[in-house]
């Protein structure tokens, strides 16, 4: 079933895109309980004596840099992705390069709107918050073999990409490289996080999308379109 499938493999020390849900600027959660500031400070001086081991112990911080890496890792976050049933594990993934990420988070955006707001007459509007993280380690490559095994792509049936993200599971391999299924990039599935580290922001992204258009509107500035992304 695999034969001539893993014969390639790839020494990666690069930064990679994490493309995730994110928004622009935070909401202060202290802000509801006073209007003093006094009052304001005082709760997140409790707060921090409540969470002294974090390393961004403030509420009004609502995701840590740590957990650009950990999350999908943790078993009650696993999801059926290609590579994974999301049962026994989870992929981690990134993009190689950096419209490679837009393409694949807007797909799978996308999808969830048309199913759950298909006749909306609204504008939907996404923020976005896109991150490096350095990955250091062996990867196997497929990309050369995506054409030979059409199956890794399949834009609807994942049993074939299913198996192979087990098989590499079990053989406790680092994790993958694959063409992208959206576009010509590159993808990183990575499955152990110990290959990841130093992640830090790169850039805030808004997809902006009526159902029944064309395109999505993608801006890096607030109110400025920086690319038209077809509606696939």
């Not at 079933?1 to 202290?30: K, P, S, W």
């Not at 999908?72 to 049962?87: A, D, K, T």
């Not at 955006?109 to 996404?126: G, S």
């Amino acid at each position: 079933m695999f034969e001539g499938l893993f014969t390639d493999v790839a020494d990666l020390d690069q930064d990679i895109y994490r493309n995730i849900c994110g928004v622009r600027q935070g909401q202060d959660l202290f802000d509801d309980l006073s209007d003093e500031p006094e009052d304001q400070h005082f709760a997140m001086a409790a707060e921090m004596q409540d969470k002294p081991a974090s390393a961004a112990p403030l509420i009004t911080r609502p995701f840590e840099y740590g957990t650009v890496i950990s999350f999908p890792f943790e078993p009650e976050n696993w999801q059926v992705s290609r590579f994974s049933e999301g049962v026994d594990f989870s992929v981690w993934y990134g993009a190689l390069e950096f419209l490679t990420t837009v393409h694949e988070t807007l797909h799978h955006w996308l999808r969830f709107q048309r199913d759950a707001f298909a006749d909306y007459p609204h504008e939907i509007i996404a923020e976005r918050r896109v991150y490096l993280v350095r990955c250091r380690g062996l990867l196997v490559d497929l990309r050369a073999k995506c054409r030979e095994f059409p199956a890794l792509l399949d834009p609807a049936d994942y049993d074939f990409s299913h198996r192979v993200g087990a098989y590499l599971h079990q053989q406790n391999q680092n994790g993958l490289l694959s063409c992208s299924a959206r576009c010509e990039g590159s993808v990183a599935a990575v499955l152990q996080a110990g290959i990841l580290a130093n992640p830090r922001d790169h850039c805030y992204l808004t997809y902006r999308w009526r159902p029944g258009d064309a395109d999505v509107k993608v801006e890096r500035t607030p109110g400025r379109v920086w690319r038209r992304v077809a509606a696939e």
